[in-house]
């Protein structure tokens, strides 16, 4: 079992920056970030995903704006979120996988959530 937790959210003005932490209990190839928010029928949306490897993907709604990256040492995951949008407010969730994920935006192959942290953007 690997146990994630999640900080760094918070409030900010739309055109700000905050940065997620991801903290694992144990090193796992597959990360990612997904989002979700408040309302009935909303599923979680993938945001980005990483994998030990290097390759990334992103959401096409955050491109060019949100950077992934891992620290293998400290099996800790980040999201620099710039350039933030009202759109951008949800609930954060960090998952991890032990292996490779052919699509990592896809919540279902993720076997290990995290609690989540808030972002909520004001315009």
């Known amino acids: 079992q690997v146990q994630l937790v999640e900080s760094g959210g918070g409030s900010v003005q739309a055109g700000g920056s905050l940065r997620l932490s991801c903290v694992a209990s144990a090193y796992t190839y597959s990360m990612a970030w997904f989002r979700r928010t408040p309302g009935p029928g909303k599923e979680r949306e993938g945001v980005?995903?990483?994998?030990?490897?290097?390759?990334?993907s992103y959401a096409d709604s955050v491109k060019g704006r949100f950077t992934i990256s891992k620290e293998n040492a400290e099996n800790t995951l980040y999201l620099q979120m710039n350039s933030l949008k009202p759109e951008d407010s949800a609930m954060y969730y960090c998952a991890a996988f032990p292996g490779w994920v052919r699509n990592g935006l896809l919540d279902d192959v993720y076997r290990y959530w995290g609690q989540g942290t808030q972002v909520t953007v004001s315009s």
């Open positions: 980005a995903h990483i994998e030990g490897s290097g390759r990334t």
